[in-house]
């Protein structure tokens, strides 16, 4: 198989090597996820494939533990070979705030190809973070996995480390900075203008006359506008991010990151110990000097709200924020992420730096007159740029996100800075996560920010409380893409962890997944789907469209996130009318908003109920209410939440779409009248910043104001038998949508928004004729599965067919009904075909590449001669979610050795040290 190659940086190729040449010591892994697996260890300049595995996971819910009472951690171990094995198992903790309930050492004996497990109990009679490592050791190999649990860390304590002079060494840094002019130089670089703002080079003098910059966002909208000042982690080179069209967004460059390297040329392996001598020539004496230096550039413009500063970093950036809003009290709101440059005694008590031991060991300075370099001098240097020793005199808002798994900023020395700072103060605690939060905690903050500064949202995007979650149709913006980072390369050979399993009733209702639930409709029925009575006088000709009556009721069923266990169901009686064939369940995916979720029955019930309990708020009859028929193959346009709007396509005169309040369930607008409305999902795009609600029926597609219902423009264009499914997706104005017997179309919105036109239509060698999927569009070129499980690539502007393939499908040939659902990961695919697979692929205009396949579920709806899946899976907490007539599944898709730098969003570059936990 050919495998895919990606471009590899420089500092993450350093930061592999080190981790791998030093794997005999320690494990170089950053956790992302509960349970962490170790099952390569190189060995004298080879890596070596061990025969057992390992995977450590506790009982804590969330990671929390209670004072006083046992917590068990279980180590499951599983045996590759075909051979029994003899082990020993070492079960380490690494702080004094647990006890061992029983021998932290046993040996085992396991089968081969057997999986055993083996618990180990703790309790815990002291405030904080503990890590549980199991050991494996066998045959002269050893190998470990391990997991870390909290209690209580907002109540962890560490002591001050002030030196005399401390409040006096920061004031003269201050006085120094003012002393020197900064000479603000503003360059305009149209060449980076984003979509939302205007672009420019900010480049200015700083600490000790070293020329730093940054870059400047300012949108188009006229101020004075709140500031997000981006500082950077460890090595990071901020860019411009086109994020925001009512905040200027300055990503700032202290010395030696990015652009500000003039003076002080960027080698991020000695930037923490570059003058670590004396406090005077320290490194982060100026680094925080330069952060200073921004503030006082954005003090200095005119369209600036001064009352509406944030500042905002990760890792290394988590510390500069730490210290910027310490040393500046003109900072508004803090933002720090798994901050570096906190409470460094314990620090190296949890953490140990080679770099550190050698640069001890060398002579000071270069210097043979100068004293010995020792780990109490150091400390000493290092005491002044501690932001613990900071943290009181932060006077700002402050918020703090924490992956309980990070081994490379151990969350203790986090809290001993941030549980000193007195002003007003929250913190997130991701449970899965290591050194990197992931784009849904980026997305989270930006929401943060916004409700601090009372910035009005951003457009089209739904609200979460910080997980990454899956809230409705192709999940937060209802577009085909999944932003998160820590996810797996490929496949292991027994396929992902299955997280949980939970029984279910019928139906085609993908599940939406957001605030710590899952939720999904199915239906509960006895009857068989021939054997309800026709609604025919006669049979139709075709038995495909043959109706009954069958009796049963429908459900909205709302599962823990963690466990699959069900939190509670809403059940309605709900005899079906639909063709009999596809009876076996309701067809549309939950929408949750807020303290809300709303579902749409295949007979037409939409109902709001409240998502804590699933108390019924309100409800609506669709049928009766607008005197709509029943589709053939029932409702399956799942609502979309806009505002204070729920958006339906209902059907019947003047009503093919209609909005609700989404607190009353009261009409607010209605609008189109259509032969028949179709079953593809409402969805908004801004098309040159004006917000269209696009309707594809039966009869054609149509953009609307979403607010009022007006009809902008409108284009005919007939589905087969109304089957208008897939969601029409769009790049620019140029608007792509398909449906059944190999229909396609790409529509151009005009240039003043009120007009579109046709600018060509798909037949059997062009376009892509897809039945159930939603296409992806991706660098102008459309993807997606057509007729018979046909996957193909055709170019956006002329519908011209590049390849095709059944790579995908079931033995890799056509198949009645043949289907792929597709969501977009970075630069890659996840495939989730009709026979329960998932595949991960590259996909350009030159072909399709197969990178790992693994079977999730087994399909279980007979159609067309075999049994088929078609329920979309929803992609959350770094999971897949998905379904069949049976179950529903949750499989962990993280991936427990990903790195960081390769999350696009995360903002941060790992400090160049390997970690290793004290014994």
């Given amino acids: ?25 320690v494990v170089p892994a950053f ?46 171990i599983r045996n590759r070979s075909e051979s029994k094995i003899d082990a020993r198992l070492q079960w380490n903790v690494n702080t004094v705030a647990f006890e061992s309930s029983e021998s932290a050492q046993r040996k085992i004996q396991i089968e081969g190809l ?39 860390p907002d109540k962890i304590k560490s002591e001050l480390t002030k030196q005399p002079d401390f409040d006096e060494f920061w004031r003269d840094s201050r006085r120094e900075l003012k002393e020197v002019l900064p000479r603000f130089k503003l360059i305009a670089r149209p060449d980076l203008d984003g979509k939302l703002a205007d672009v420019f080079e900010v480049r200015m003098n700083s600490f000790g006359g070293v020329r730093v910059a940054g870059w400047l966002e300012v949108p188009r909208t006229q101020g004075p506008h709140a500031v997000v000042i981006r500082v950077p982690g460890y090595g990071q080179n901020m860019r411009p991010t086109d994020r925001c069209d009512d905040m200027i967004v300055f990503s700032f460059n202290p010395r030696g990151h990015g652009n500000s390297t003039e003076d002080v040329p960027g080698v991020p392996k000695n930037y923490w110990i570059r003058g670590l001598d004396h406090q005077d020539d320290y490194f982060y004496r100026g680094a925080y000097m330069d952060c200073i230096r921004a503030v006082d550039y954005i003090a200095s413009r005119d369209d600036v709200d001064q009352q509406k500063i944030a500042v905002w970093g990760g890792s290394q950036g988590g510390g500069l924020a730490f210290a910027t809003a310490a040393l500046d ?78 081994k490379v900023c151990p969350p203790t020395t986090s809290f001993a800075a941030f ?67 820590g996810i797996v390369e490929s496949f292991p050979n027994a396929g992902p962890p299955l997280r949980w399993k939970a029984p279910i009733g019928g139906g085609y ?184 609600l696009i309707i594809w029926h039966g009869d054609g597609v149509e953009g609307l104001n979403p607010q009022t219902g007006e009809v902008y423009w409108s284009v005919p264009f007939k589905a087969t038998y109304g089957m208008s499914v897939g969601t029409p997706q769009i790049d620019g104005r140029s608007l792509f949508f398909m449906c059944y017997n190999r229909k396609s179309a790409m529509v151009q919105i005009g240039d003043q928004n009120r007009s579109a036109k046709i600018i060509w239509e798909g037949d059997t060698k062009s376009g892509i004729g897809g039945v159930l999927n939603t296409a992806v569009i991706t660098a102008g070129h459309v993807y997606a599965c057509g007729n018979g499980g046909r996957y193909m690539c055709a170019k956006l502007a002329t519908g011209e067919r590049l390849w095709s393939t059944f790579a995908m499908s079931p033995g890799g040939r056509p198949s009645s009904w043949g289907n792929v659902f597709t969501v977009r990961h970075h630069d890659r695919y996840f495939h989730a075909n009709d026979v329960g697979d998932l595949i991960i692929a590259k996909m350009t205009p030159a072909g399709y590449t197969e990178i790992s396949r693994t079977h999730l579920i087994d399909p279980t709806h007979d159609v067309g001669g075999r049994k088929l899946v078609w329920s979309h899976p929803a992609f959350a907490n770094r999971s897949i979610y998905l379904r069949n007539d049976q179950e529903i599944r949750c499989y962990s898709l993280a991936d427990s050795k990903a790195d960081p730098e390769h999350d696009p969003d995360a903002e941060l570059v790992t400090p160049p040290f390997v970690e290793s936990p004290a014994k």
């Avoid at 992302?32 to 009982?59: D, I, K, N």
């Avoid at 180990?120 to 494996?136: I, K, M, P, S, Y």
């Avoid at 002044?384 to 006077?395: E, V």
């Fill in 509 to 692: 209702s993908g599940p939406a997944v957001a605030k710590g639930r899952v939720f999904v409709m199915d239906r509960v029925s006895n009857i068989k789907l021939d054997e309800g009575k026709p609604l025919h006088q006669s049979p139709p000709k075709n038995a495909n469209f043959l109706r009954r009556l069958l009796p049963g009721s429908e459900r909205v069923v709302c599962l823990d996130e963690q466990t699959g266990k069900t939190l509670w169901a809403h059940q309605y009686e709900c005899p079906y009318s639909t063709v009999a064939l596809y009876a076996i369940g309701p067809r549309c995916t939950p929408t949750v908003d807020g303290d809300r979720v709303y579902s749409l029955g295949a007979e037409g019930k939409l109902t709001c109920l409240r998502v804590a309990d699933g108390r019924p708020l309100w409800s609506r009859e669709l049928t009766e209410d607008y005197d709509a028929d029943v589709p053939e193959w029932g409702f399956a346009a799942h609502p979309l939440v806009d505002e204070d709007l729920l958006i339906c396509v209902v059907g019947g005169e003047e009503t093919t779409c209609v909005a609700f309040d989404k607190k009353t369930g009261r009409q607010r607008w209605s609008a189109l009248s259509a032969s028949q409305p179709g079953y593809c999902s409402p969805v908004i795009y801004s098309v040159d910043g004006e917000r269209h």
């Fill in 114 to 152: 057997q999986t055993k497990s083996f618990a180990f109990t703790l309790t815990c009679h002291e405030n904080g973070f503990v890590q549980v490592e199991a050991d494996l050791t066998y045959d002269g190999k050893s190998l470990s996995g391990s997991t870390r649990v909290m209690n209580a």
């Fill in 1 to 25: 198989m050919k495998m895919a190659t990606r471009k590899i940086s420089p500092a993450f190729a350093v930061q592999t090597v080190r981790r791998w040449l030093t794997g005999l010591l």
């Fill in 329 to 406: 009290p003109r900072v508004d709101l803090c933002v720090a992420d798994i901050p570096f440059l906190c409470d460094w005694v314990n620090y190296f008590k949890l953490s140990h730096w080679p770099e550190m031991d050698d640069w001890i060991a060398a002579p000071a300075s270069n210097n043979s007159q100068s004293p010995p370099r020792s780990w109490k001098s150091t400390l000493q240097t290092l005491s002044y740029f501690d932001t613990m020793n900071l943290a009181d005199r932060i006077r700002c808002t402050t918020i703090m996100g924490i992956g309980l798994q990070d």
């Fill in 419 to 485: 549980n000193r700072i007195p002003a007003r103060k929250s913190f997130k605690i991701y449970e899965e996560a290591g050194h990197g939060l992931g784009s849904q905690h980026w997305s989270w903050v930006w929401e943060q920010i916004r409700s601090e500064f009372q910035v009005r949202p951003e457009v089209g995007r739904q609200k979460t409380d910080g997980r990454d979650e899956w809230p409705q149709w192709l999940g937060p913006n209802r577009e085909p893409v999944w932003h998160a980072s």
């Fill in 31 to 76: 956790v992302l996820t509960p349970v962490f697996m170790l099952v390569v260890t190189p060995v004298a300049g080879q890596a070596v494939r061990h025969a057992l595995s390992v995977a450590v996971s506790s009982e804590a819910v969330q990671g929390a533990v209670v004072l006083g009472e046992p917590v068990t951690f279980t180590a499951t």
